[in-house]
């Protein structure tokens, strides 16, 4: 009798890698970054965070974004001594805008479909998700997990959302993380005033904004 092997047509649900995806400028990165995505990992025993800094999204066209080999060392340097945590150029890489909706496409077939994708980012940004790029098929694609300040009011980002996961079925996680309130628009403008931002962010990121000269002309966010 010959031996007859059943080939599984999908990937079970439980077989699939937990992987956190960290989508921010990180201009620069800080603690309130790093302990949102501990906190995240831990919370969703995910077998590791993928820290994306973004390339040139659409919505900072106005802005004065800091060049994103900056942006992407910065965040290498302060991830570099947490074993699950990685950094990923899917978007610094890419010429023109970036969009979410592609980066985490591009994670699915760099993982062969065997993970399952968490986009991890603050509940300020994800306020403006209805004007996303396909979002309708972000919520199929991953779920998302809005790292919130405290105090931070839920109202306005559930409303947004409301017609959207009813009808895409989407998943939006909120998680409260005090250090959040840390925010790298007050050290720009405190490293461009001359006030220490000691304990802020990592001392090597905050070596390396001094050694490379980065916010000293910073007039606003
Ligand atoms: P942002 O507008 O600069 O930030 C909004 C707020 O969220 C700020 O308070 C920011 O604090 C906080 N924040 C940003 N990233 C965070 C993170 N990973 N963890 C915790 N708090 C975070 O937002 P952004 O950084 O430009 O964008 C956030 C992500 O959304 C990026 O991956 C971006 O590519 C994506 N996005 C995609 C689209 C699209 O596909 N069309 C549009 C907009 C945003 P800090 O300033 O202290 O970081």
Redesign the pocket.
Known sequence: MGLFIMRKEKTDENELLQIGI?????DPI?Y??LV?AEAVRDKFNLQKVIF?P?GN????KEKNLSNKMHRYLMTLLATASNTFFEVSTNETDKQGY????DTIKQFHQQFNGKAKFYF???A??LN?ILT??DVDCLFKICEFVA?TRPGFKHEQLLDNIQYLTKKYDGKIHFVEIPS?A????DIRLKVANDISVKYLLPEVVETYIYKNGLYSNQLNS
């Open positions: 960290m989508g921010g400028t990180f800080h309130g970054h949102a994306v973004a999204p659409p919505h900072k970036t969009y979410t909706v991890i980012t603050g300020d940004a403006e996303w790029k790292a959040l840390i925010s790298s628009t």
